[in-house]
T-cell receptor
Framework: NAGVTQTPKFQVLKTGQSMTLQCAQD?????MYWYRQDPGMGLRLIYY???????DKGEVPNGYNVSRLNKREFSLRLESAAPSQTSVYFC?????????????FGPGTRLTVL | KNEVEQSPQNLTAQEGEFITINCSYS?????LHWLQQHPGGGIVSLFMLSSGKKKHGRLIATINIQEKHSSLHITASHPRDSAVYICAVRSVGGGATNKLIFGTGTLLAVQP
């Protein structure tokens, strides 16, 4: 199993450009998450999807959109990138079917917006 | 004030030393996670616990629910333990997600 995969690993954008970060998991997990990690701050939840076909805003959703394409894939889109969106982005997934479910993280995407 | 506070923020140790990283939280939780992040790397879950103590190799995690406090201990530390250690709590009453709330991490450097 590959676990949680993310593409790309690195990206540089100019202000105003758009891009989509891709995330996929092969563990048949129900819930998927997008976080951003900034220096001096804990990971912050951007959006999450509790199940295929549903998405909800997290703590810092402004400037982002998401799509839960199917159970495996959860993409994050920046429609018009801003320097404030320079960050490391992590996708995560969790089985989330009662009981004791661990959260698994992808390797991260380092995004720089100039 | 952050809902999850870690101390220390930075820690330098000599190889072989016993290391303790602390985590205090102010919300009701269903579980607490300890995560490890290597430089330039992804995030790996070390422990998930809701009571008592768990041990995995040289790592030990404890939690005191009444005091809202957890500790991560590393025995016989090694340079390969150098990483950022992150405490995260799964809050109760946070809707369907039972969201994770993260501390800012403790940067550990173990010198040979």
């Amino acid at each position: 199993n590959a676990g949680v995969t993310q593409t790309p690993k690195f990206q540089v954008l100019k202000t105003g450009q758009s891009m989509t970060l891709q995330c996929a998991q092969d563990m048949n997990h129900n819930s998927m998450y997008w976080y951003r990690q900034d220096p001096g701050m804990g990971l912050r939840l951007i959006y999450y999807s509790a199940s295929e076909g549903t998405t909800d805003k997290g703590e810092v959703p402004n400037g982002y959109n998401v799509s839960r394409l199917n159970k495996r894939e959860f993409s994050l889109r920046l429609e018009s990138a801003a320097p404030s969106q320079t960050s490391v982005y992590f996708c995560a997934s969790r089985l989330d079917r009662g009981g004791w479910n661990e959260q698994f993280f992808g390797p991260g995407t380092r995004l720089t917006v100039l | 004030k952050n809902e999850v506070e870690q101390s220390p923020q930075n820690l330098t140790a000599q190889e072989g030393e016993f290391i303790t990283i602390n985590c205090s939280y102010s919300v009701g939780i269903s579980a607490l996670h300890w995560l490890q992040q290597h430089p330039g790397g992804g995030i790996v879950s070390l422990f998930m616990l809701s009571s008592g103590k768990k041990k995995h190799g040289r790592l030990i995690a404890t939690i005191n629910i009444q005091e809202k406090h957890s500790s991560l201990h590393i025995t016989a530390s090694h340079p390969r333990d150098s990483a950022v250690y992150i405490c995260a709590v799964r809050s109760v009453g946070g809707g369907a997600t039972n969201k994770l709330i993260f501390g800012t991490g403790t940067l550990l450097a173990v010198q040979p």
